[in-house]
């Protein structure tokens, strides 16, 4: 395991992470876009969990707003990684090695694996016309799931800057 703090010392030294660390308003600008796209991915996934839990927007179905907010939560996340990568190129070795950074990436691995499960095994039978009703168990958990992972995320990722 010796590579990865060997390529977060590369990567830290790069011309990217030099310049991100050393500039007095590179970083602050970087983790303001980052926090604001990680907020859209929250609230645009947000949104779907709860219609899951059937606790908001019962009026519209599941389908309606999983296409409205997918295009919103796949950008935002594009944006939030970019974000994400160059603050942690800006410091590699330190980020590696703090505790809620990678309590983060292990939560973003499981929050992926929910996203996949739910798109890959639970989503088609409830976006069919004829899916009215009762909302499958496994969406329902998917749902619950899904806000409890991101709010850790969320949690992990605030926590990264008061902890060495």
């Not at 505790?99 to 739910?118: D, H, Q, T, W």
């Not at 799931?145 to 605030?158: P, Q």
Request: glycine letters at 4%; aromatic letters at 12%.
């Amino acid at each position: 395991m010796a590579v990865i703090p060997e390529f977060c010392t590369w990567l830290e030294n790069t011309s990217v992470g030099t310049a991100v660390r050393q500039s007095t308003w590179l970083f602050p600008t970087i983790e303001t876009v980052h926090v604001l796209a990680t907020v859209v991915v929250v609230g645009s996934v947000s949104m779907l969990d709860l219609r899951l839990l059937n606790v908001a927007w019962r009026d519209r179905s599941i389908r309606e707003i999983h296409e409205e907010v997918l295009p919103w939560t796949w950008t935002s996340f594009a944006v939030a990684a970019l974000a994400g990568s160059l603050l942690f190129s800006s410091n590699a070795t330190k980020y590696y090695h703090n505790f809620p950074f990678r309590m983060k990436m292990v939560l973003l691995v499981l929050v992926s694996i929910n996203a996949a499960f739910f798109e890959m095994r639970t989503y088609h039978r409830i976006a069919t016309p004829d899916a009215e009703g009762e909302i499958p168990m496994a969406a329902k958990v998917a749902g619950a799931v899904g806000i409890v992972l991101w709010i850790a995320v969320v949690a992990c990722g605030r926590w990264i800057g008061f902890t060495k």
